[in-house]
């Protein structure tokens, strides 16, 4: 139905990396979906389709049940998914947006305009395989919903992780969502042989690491980092930056971020690891 979310749930579609399709006749869809065959590399497809197909529309559920039988065999079988609210609830939402519903006329009001909809839209709600009713639905509710519906089902494949080494003095990164301060670590930086190293060499890494106080900040950070990601999913964030800082972004901050990476990666994670200030710190003696 116009106005029952189906924009929204376009946007969800393509943060779950389908790619989405707006408002294509459905006498073109099969043709679409023909992009798809081999050899061309499989993607999942998202199409929205409603009363704005006009004089075509008639097609839309005959296409449908065409394309379920004839994809079943090559690719998964295709799911309709219908979006459904109250005839209040619609009302409400055109006036709140000022949208115009896409069947009114000069003839025809808003209530009007929501019942013919109702009618064309019958069939195709009887053989939708989901309907989801956004009536009492927050934006998130529906997000989540179709993220539960259509999303991978473990959190590690749902969320990107960048874990970023940076340096205090050089400013907190912009996009960092979490931010995790290691300057009560041994500094390498006052050991003379080490001064001119980074965190990527064995000998300043093991410095690090020997440290009495890194192994139980790593145990803690870890068991917080494997309690909060599934949260953050669970609430639809599909990136998740963690910056990890010291004084300089050269040597404690740089093993950290590693050592999460690497926990992350085991997780089955999809990580990428960024040292922010490593290479302006290369060669300056007071990056600390």
């Not at 956004?134 to 749902?158: M, S, V, W």
């Not at 995790?180 to 930086?189: I, K, M, Q, S």
């Not at 990136?239 to 926990?263: N, Q």
């Amino acid at each position: 139905m116009s106005g029952a979310g189906k924009s929204l749930a376009a946007n969800t579609f393509e943060d779950l990396n389908f790619f989405c399709i707006d408002n294509l006749p459905p006498d073109l869809i099969p043709k679409a979906i023909e992009l798809w065959e081999p050899p061309a590399k499989p993607e999942d497809v998202a199409i929205v389709a409603d009363v704005r197909a006009g004089q075509f529309f008639d097609q839309l559920l005959p296409v449908c049940q065409s394309l379920h039988e004839n994809l079943k065999e090559r690719f998964h079988p295709p799911v309709v998914l219908f979006l459904d609210a109250s005839d209040a609830e619609l009302v409400k939402r055109f006036k709140e947006t000022r949208r115009k519903h896409p069947l009114v006329t000069k003839e025809m009001g808003i209530l009007d305009a929501i019942a013919l909809e109702r009618d064309m839209l019958a069939d195709l709600k009887e053989h939708a395989d989901k309907i989801i009713d956004t009536t009492n639905l927050e934006p998130e509710d529906l997000r989540r919903l179709i993220r539960q519906f259509f999303g991978p089902k473990q959190a590690h494949e749902r969320l990107m992780v960048a874990v970023v080494s940076f340096g205090f003095k050089h400013g907190v990164p912009l996009d960092a969502d979490v931010v995790f301060d290691v300057r009560f670590l041994a500094n390498p930086f006052w050991v003379p042989e080490m001064r001119k190293l980074d965190g990527t060499h064995a000998a300043v890494s093991e410095y690090v690491l020997s440290d009495p106080l890194t192994e139980p900040l790593l145990e803690k950070l870890f068991d917080l980092v494997e309690f909060s990601i599934p949260q953050y999913v669970r609430e639809g964030k599909a990136y998740l930056t963690i910056a990890i800082g010291c004084t300089g972004g050269k040597h404690r901050s740089v093993v950290v971020a590693d050592e999460l990476a690497r926990f992350l990666a085991r997780a089955n994670y999809v990580v990428r690891v960024e040292h922010r200030d490593l290479y302006q710190a290369r060669g300056q003696t007071d990056a600390r």
